[in-house]
């Protein structure tokens, strides 16, 4: 049977709902997770409010094999990631003795503040994820891995959190290329391939430049064969039309 | 009394969770939004599937004042948006008369096929949102605004919906450069100014780069009055960081 893995991404952060910073960490991790084997299924955006916070953790965590949280785990008064996830798993949070030891030996004497110890505080019994970029670690309690914003941070993160994912099979994704040919002539046909290839999933996505729409048909699905059938039946749709053989 | 507009961003589609295409329409969306004063206050990216569409236009057109959706809206099988959104709703959906007289003129003869009259559809009772990228229309029920996913696309299509949109009172931003100051070394005074500021939302944000973290302090408030001095306490606490007069 095939094996099927399920995630969401939960993007934490004032600074993207205001316009301040564009998201590029739900891209990152929507095209990391396929590649290895699981299925990005949904996404979202919550500001800094504790709420509003373990609401979404609450819909997202019991729903998907996976949830991957960015954002809100720094020093300073905005970050109130652990806490909201602590709260969402009704944990205790406290300072952790692994992250106080490593913070000791990189802040000697005064240079331990109050903040920079808000950074050891992780729900009890969550897992450090390794941080080799800026040494604050992320962790991971149960299927909630917490991540930071900062997109190289997070992606060093993602790859040591990586290891320890139970990972499905990998979707296959072949592309074939519409360039100017309008979706309006093929989509009637497409639909048609659409229908009977029932195990696939087809999409045809424009991309508009120039005063011109170039376009993409994306077949995707978890057998090699299967998608290339589609694909087949894809180009030779595609060749009739450039051919004239098929109308307008 | 300081009147707030609300706002959520649903974005559809496969191609941004399967990691296809980097979504920028949060982004611009939020940028745009914060701009004429309304405040987006949550986004979600959704699959093409109806029942995962209608379960969060509910969710978001229930709380917030708008929702503005993009992609799914094209000629081809895999554009399901107006169904879904027609299915919330609880209204018919049928060809729009003033579309189709559209279409008409484009696509003389054998040229308005199938696929192409799909994007005549929209829910009974909507408006139609003017597109003068590429003509096709977005649409207007209730609070859902439903706009295309080509960025250029839905950029028009923003412009052309903004007008008929209320709006509040603009947040005011000031942002403030700590530059290499370590958010350890601040976080507990600005935690502090924060405390005593509280009718502003006060964030700090590091980026990393070489090796190195820069780190901006961002004050957001309706009231620029307020925000001015919250800025103030805070230039004033990374002044004395500065001159050596606050300890690490």
Redesign the interface.
Known sequence: MTKIVTAAVL?IG???????????N??YI??????IGV??????????VEA?IVAALDALRTRYAYVFTTGGI?????DITADAVAKAFGVGIDEDPRILAMMRRR?PG??L????R??ARVPQGAELIDNP??WAPGFRIGNVIVMAG?P??MQAMLDSAAKGLETGVK?V?ETIEAGAIP??????A??GI??AHGET?????????EGS?RNQI?V?GRDAEKVAAARRAIEAMLAEIRGGAR??
Chains 1, 2 share one sequence.
């Open positions: 993007v004032d600074e993207i709902l205001s316009g301040r910073t564009k998201d590029r739900i891209g929507a095209a990391y997770l396929a590649n299925d990005l299924r949904e996404a979202r955006v919550v500001p800094d509003e720094g020093p300073t008064h905005d802040y005064g240079e503040t109050p903040a920079r808000r950074m970029v800026s900062v190289s941070i979707v994704v979706e309006g002539r093929y989509g009637d497409l639909g659409a229908a999933m087809i999409g045809s996505y424009p991309s508009f430049a729409f994306v995707r109308p307008a």
